[in-house]
């Protein structure tokens, strides 16, 4: 593993930052950051310019986020995560990966310091939503094959042809505008702002709850890429994984940016070029709060994938992995719902068994809402 990185590291050149850097030997502890850290985000200064006490980090923790699509209601970031997201990040330099042909990844090792990571970890397992999608291939002639995703999956978000509209939305209209306030509720033609019929998408796109809104928004700024997907999987143990494949489908135009953010156990990923054998294949040993974009030509020339692992190598930790994308078009909203949210029921992470179980929602006695 270390000999791998070692050798990678021969090809990383650093690249420029645009933010103040925060070292990862400084991993800043979310469960009580210095509250006496001035913040431009949370400081407030009165009409003198005086810098006002700093809120205590409960005092940022929000509702939780709620919408008609949901299964159930999504718990916001805790407040010094909040903070850490938008102070601490990036906490390395990106640096630039490009030696193979057409290869052009940026390696943030990590984007969040390591605490806040495992601590945003078990924060998203256990208040999303998720599911193991179901579907049926037709794999030459031997007839239609069922296949079970073998990973927990989750997404949010809108091709660029819809935003989420209503008094919350922000931006770009793809999640809560203020952290813990409710994600606008309507979907509204991008361009004229006409509500969108019910029936244009087979599953309801969901906006991005605030805690991944939160997230995109720093990773936006870190890449300086703008993303309207949230692609969530979660490997509970090294029998999850998945298999080699590139993510260049048209809906998400030419030589499409997408950020990878991994939380949780480390796993190795795996990158090979799909013509040149000659070219080396690369694997980066991913830790929690490690991202990697890839970009440019990456994804028309390279396959990726995460395979197997025995559970010694990962631990019990389990691995959550989190891609933004931009769809252009609504085929990507139709595909990316259809994969990653499917039909079948909704699992959750149960904190006393320490594993997932299918999930109901009591009154509803259905564990399904698009
Ligand atoms: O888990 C990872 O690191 C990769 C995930 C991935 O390639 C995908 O979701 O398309
Ligand atoms: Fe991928």
Redesign the pocket.
């Known amino acids: 593993m270390t000999g791998t990185k070692r050798t990678l590291d021969a090809f990383f050149q650093p690249v420029a930052q645009k933010k103040s850097k925060v070292d990862e030997s400084e991993d800043i502890p979310t469960t009580g950051l210095p509250s006496s850290t001035p913040s431009s985000d949370n400081a407030k200064r009165d009409r003198l310019g005086v810098l006002a006490p700093l809120q205590p980090p409960d005092a940022l923790s929000q509702p939780p986020s709620t919408h008609p699509t949901y299964p159930h209601p999504i718990a916001a970031l805790p407040g010094p995560l909040t903070s850490a997201l938008a102070t601490a990040t990036p906490s390395s330099p990106a640096r630039a990966l490009s030696n193979g042909p057409a290869l052009d990844l940026l390696y943030f090792e990590p984007f969040i310091p390591r605490r806040a990571a495992d601590d945003l970890f078990r924060h998203l397992r256990a208040s999303l939503p998720f599911y193991r999608v179901r579907y049926t291939i037709n794999r030459g002639g031997s007839g239609p094959v069922d296949v079970t995703t073998p990973r927990y999956t989750t997404v949010f978000g809108v091709d660029e042809s819809c935003v989420f509209g209503g008094p919350n939305s922000d931006h770009n209209g793809q999640g809560a505008a203020i952290p813990g306030e409710a994600p606008p509720v309507e979907l509204l033609d991008a361009k004229t702002r006409a509500p969108i019929p019910s029936n244009r998408f087979t599953r309801a796109p969901r906006p991005l709850p605030s805690s991944l809104a939160a997230l995109r928004d720093a990773v936006q700024q870190a890449t300086g890429q703008t993303y309207n997907f949230c692609?969530v999987?979660y490997y509970a143990s090294g029998a999850d994984s998945?298999s080699m494949?590139s993510?260049d489908e048209k809906f998400l135009g030419r030589d499409p940016a997408i950020a990878?953010l991994?939380l949780g156990a480390r796993r190795d990923?795996v990158m090979k070029h799909k013509l040149d054998r000659a070219a080396p294949t690369l694997k980066l040993p991913?830790a929690s709060g490690d991202m990697v974009l890839m970009r440019g030509t990456t994804q028309g020339a390279w396959l990726?994938g995460?395979p197997k692992r025995s559970a010694k190598t990962v631990g019990d930790m389990g691995r959550i992995?989190i891609?933004f994308r931009k769809a252009i078009v609504r085929g990507g909203t139709e595909n990316y719902y259809r994969y990653n949210v499917g039909d079948g029921e909704c699992w959750r992470w149960d904190a006393r068994k320490r594993e997932m179980v299918e999930w109901r929602d009591k009154e509803k006695g259905d564990s399904r809402k698009s």
């Open positions: 692609l999987n998945i494949h993510d990878s991994s990923f991913l990726h995460v992995n891609t």
